[in-house]
C-alpha cells in the first residue's frame, strides 16, 4: 500500500468528468432557447453560458495566473474580444478562439453585458 499518492478510485474520475461536462451540457440542453437578442435572455440562462468561463477565470471571472478578468471590463471591450475569438481573428489564443466558436453572436452580446455587469456590484 503506497500512502504517498491517493487510493484510486474509479468512480471519482467519472464524477470528475461529468461535473466538467455540466455547464456544456446546460449549454447543449438550453442553447435552442438561448437563441434570441442578448436582451431577451434571462439571467439565469445568461449565468448558465458563464460557466465554462469560470474553468479558467475563476467563478467570479475575475482571471489568475496569466488569465485576464472578465468581470468589470466594460461591456463593448469585452463584446469586441469575445468576437474577434469567435471570428479567428486572434491567432496567439487557440483556446478562446475554439471555446468561442460555440456562442452565437446574441450569446457573446449576453456575455459581454452579464460580465461587465458583475464588475459593478
Not at 484510486?8 to 442553447?31: K, V
Request: charge should be negative; proline fraction near 9%; glycine fraction near 10%.
Amino acid at each position: 500500500m503506497n500512502l504517498t499518492e491517493p487510493p484510486d478510485f474509479p468512480g471519482l474520475m467519472m464524477l470528475e468528468r461529468i461535473f466538467r461536462c455540466l455547464p456544456l451540457a446546460a449549454l447543449l440542453y438550453l442553447g435552442p432557447s438561448l437563441a434570441g437578442s442578448a436582451a431577451e435572455l434571462p439571467p439565469e440562462a445568461v449565468s448558465v453560458l458563464t460557466g465554462s468561463c469560470a474553468n479558467c477565470h475563476g467563478p467570479d471571472g475575475n482571471g489568475s495566473a496569466g488569465i485576464p478578468p472578465l468581470r468589470g471590463q466594460s461591456e463593448s471591450s469585452l463584446r469586441a474580444s469575445l468576437l474577434a475569438f469567435h471570428e479567428g481573428k486572434v491567432e496567439e489564443v487557440t483556446v478562446m478562439t475554439r471555446l468561442m466558436k460555440g456562442y452565437d453572436r446574441p450569446q457573446i452580446e449576453a456575455l459581454a453585458k452579464w460580465f461587465a455587469a458583475e464588475g459593478k456590484r
